[in-house]
């Protein structure tokens, strides 16, 4: 059998990715991958064969695909802020729904030169594209996982970005004294799922680590942990943001109330659902 089109190839493919709801942009995006081409090359050339490396590479990943991974672990990228992450296994998937985040610190930190700490930073999406936006600020970023803070490192150097320094650490336990009483804000995205809910056996977040996905205590575990240990490292005026679940705003405005932050408030995502709280330190 001769060598399909790319336009056979991506008809063919697509229409067996039935478990996916974005069936035609993931064979794109991972045949783009393999052909070094931006998706707007498949337009333009419709008719192109496909070569015999390309498919068996394309083939290969496809059937990864089919399987239910992510299409970031695949080819090991997605886009955060408009900038390129690597990925891996050992951390979450940067979501669309966390610039929400990145919108909400840029918005309320009212300084050129801030300084900020990000808990739980994985690939590091959340403080690099913070040091990305603002380069006089100086962005401290934490991970338990060695792992992430590796990749959190390579993500950081591949965007030039010299203004965040990323460290091993189990919240603020290893943030040096030089932090104490010196924050504008500290940010986290934390693990928030409880360790029940039906989603988590369901499409992309079966590939992600639960480690950075599940917290006991119905997903609260660590935002109290997290509220417990960051009031010393704040200035006066400063803030402390969370991205949570949809449900969970009204109990993260009960937390931040019974830790003594003022100010609180809640901050929606792209599809209307409460998804960031913050409050403010006084
Ligand atoms: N928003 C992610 C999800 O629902 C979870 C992220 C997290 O636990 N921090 O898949």
Known sequence: MSNPTIEQLLKSSSAQLVNSDSALLDVQILLAHVLNVSRSHFYTWPDKIVESPNLNQFNDL?????DGEPIAYIIGQQEFWSLPFMVSPATLIPRADTEVLVETVLNKVDSSTARGIDLGTGTGAIALSLAHEMSNWSMLAVDYSQEAVELARKNGIN????????????????????????????????????????????????????????????????????????????????????????????VLHQLFRECGFSNINTVKDYAGNDRVTFGQFI
């Open 159 to 250: 965007l030039s970005i010299d203004n965040a320094e990323i460290i091993q650490s189990d919240w603020l336990s290893n943030v040096d004294a030089s932090w104490l009483a010196a924050c504008d804000f500290i940010v986290s995205n934390p693990p928030y799922i409880d360790e029940h809910d039906p989603h988590l056996s369901q499409g992309d977040v079966r590939f992600e680590p639960s480690s950075a996905l599940v917290a006991a205590n119905d997903g609260l575990q660590d935002y109290i942990d997290i509220l417990n240990c960051v009031k010393p490292y704040l200035k006066q005026g400063g803030y402390v943001f969370f991205e949570h679940g949809f449900e969970q705003a009204d």
């Open 62 to 66: 496809f059937a990864r695909r089919i």
